[in-house]
């Protein structure tokens, strides 16, 4: 019967499908040992000793003193603002995940969206003081693909008005700017653990703090805003990690080098094949050795032979789960787009790059066989 098909239709039958992005699994018997251990000691939740050995392990990894675990990364922004007592206005950017923004509504926040700069996809740091008004308290950028925003610029302008930074940092896992944690800057990092990111622990986060201090009430936040048995201080939620989440993440951080090294050769082979099809721009980061490569994104320009969204289904036609991150914009659904700063107007170049994006696998499992495949559906367009 599949002789009578088109030669499209039945490769697409015998081809594997190929995601956006796998995590990385070591063999089920190495996690064995962890679930034996949780077993024996009966603790499950609460900042037990697997929750503490992650703790301790993700600090001396990143490089910073005081990390806050949480059960993800979406609650790590709600309590980070929380943690701070953020008010008012947030400006932040509408080229993410929705989760950046939604943060901000369950705060009763209101989001101010600026455009980002053309080159790295991060909010445009000279875009950032039109936007300020007196009900502005904090800047929330995001380093967008695991590529650093302008730091400095972003920083200065912070100082100027008495502003506080949170960063979005859930494609940030391992980067450095100058040997250090990227995660050193601004008031509050975020980092998400969950399934699709460079390391996870099935589901989680953590808030980078500044002092002990902060990582207490970060602490307080996360656990219903108890301090004992009898006492609570804050209007605390839920947001613990639990023993088997820590487990899995001391064990994925046993690989985590190197999977950082073979995204890193995968990003680096892509632009390589990539680099003489018309039409297909890779963002500067792709080669980037301060980039983490959490993912690896194309721009579809005018003078490739066909849409963005046509090559998707492309893609899609073949098995290869490509994703169109980030479309739409966060500005362009339906919570947000009667913001004044929603307009597309005021967003030309996030709006442009949500018109034009591709993210292709990557993955540390993926092999140079699957990685020609993609290049293969690219090139023959």
């Given at each position: ?148 925003c302008d730091i400095d610029a972003i920083q200065k302008i912070a100082d100027n008005y008495n502003l506080k930074i949170i960063y979005d940092a859930a494609h940030a896992f391992g980067v450095k700017t ?106 500067p980061a792709c080669e980037s050795p301060i980039s983490n490569h959490a993912y690896f994104p194309i721009l579809v320009g005018d003078d490739y032979p066909i849409s963005r969204d046509a090559l998707y ?39 442009d790059a949500a018109q034009r994006v591709l993210c292709l696998p990557i993955f540390p499992t993926m092999t140079n066989e699957q990685m020609d495949r993609v290049i293969d559906i690219v090139m023959s367009?």
């Amino acid at each position: 019967m599949n002789a009578s098909l088109p030669a499209e239709a039945t490769a697409a039958l015998t081809e594997e499908t190929l995601f956006v992005t796998q995590p990385l699994l070591s063999p089920l018997e190495d996690f064995i040992p962890y679930l034996r251990e949780i077993w024996d000691s009966k603790v499950l939740t609460n900042g037990g000793p697997f929750h503490q050995r992650l703790e301790k392990a993700l600090e001396a990894y990143l490089g910073v003193e005081h990390l806050a675990l949480l059960s993800n990364g979406t609650l790590g922004l709600v309590t980070a603002l929380q943690a701070l007592r953020i008010t008012g206005e947030v400006i932040t950017t509408p080229y993410s995940f929705v989760a950046t923004a939604h943060s901000l509504l369950w705060n009763g926040i209101k989001p101010v969206f600026v455009d980002v700069d053309p080159h790295t996809l991060n909010m445009d740091p000279a875009k950032i003081e039109a936007a300020i008004t007196p009900q502005t308290t904090a800047i929330l950028p995001v380093h967008c693909y695991g590529y650093p925003c302008d730091i400095d610029a972003i920083q200065k302008i912070a100082d100027n008005y008495n502003l506080k930074i949170i960063y979005d940092a859930a494609h940030a896992f391992g980067v450095k700017t100058d040997g250090k944690s990227i995660l050193r800057h601004g008031d509050l990092s975020v980092l998400s653990f969950h399934a699709t990111k460079v390391f996870n622990t099935f589901e989680g986060g953590a808030i980078i703090c500044p002092d002990a201090k902060t990582k207490q009430r970060v602490n307080h936040l996360k656990n219903f805003g108890i301090v004992d048995e009898t006492t609570v201080v804050a209007p605390g939620i839920n947001g613990k990690m639990s023993e088997i989440n820590a487990a899995f993440g001391l064990l994925q951080l046993e690989h985590i080098d190197e999977a950082l090294v073979r995204r890193r050769e995968i990003s680096v082979r892509y632009c390589e094949l990539l680099s003489s099809v018309k039409g297909i721009h890779c963002l500067p980061a792709c080669e980037s050795p301060i980039s983490n490569h959490a993912y690896f994104p194309i721009l579809v320009g005018d003078d490739y032979p066909i849409s963005r969204d046509a090559l998707y289904e492309k893609f899609r036609e073949r098995n290869v789960i490509v994703r169109r991150y980030f479309y739409p914009l966060i500005s362009e659904f339906p919570m947000y787009r009667g913001l004044p700063t929603a307009h597309r107007a005021n967003l030309p170049v996030a709006s442009d790059a949500a018109q034009r994006v591709l993210c292709l696998p990557i993955f540390p499992t993926m092999t140079n066989e699957q990685m020609d495949r993609v290049i293969d559906i690219v090139m023959s367009c």
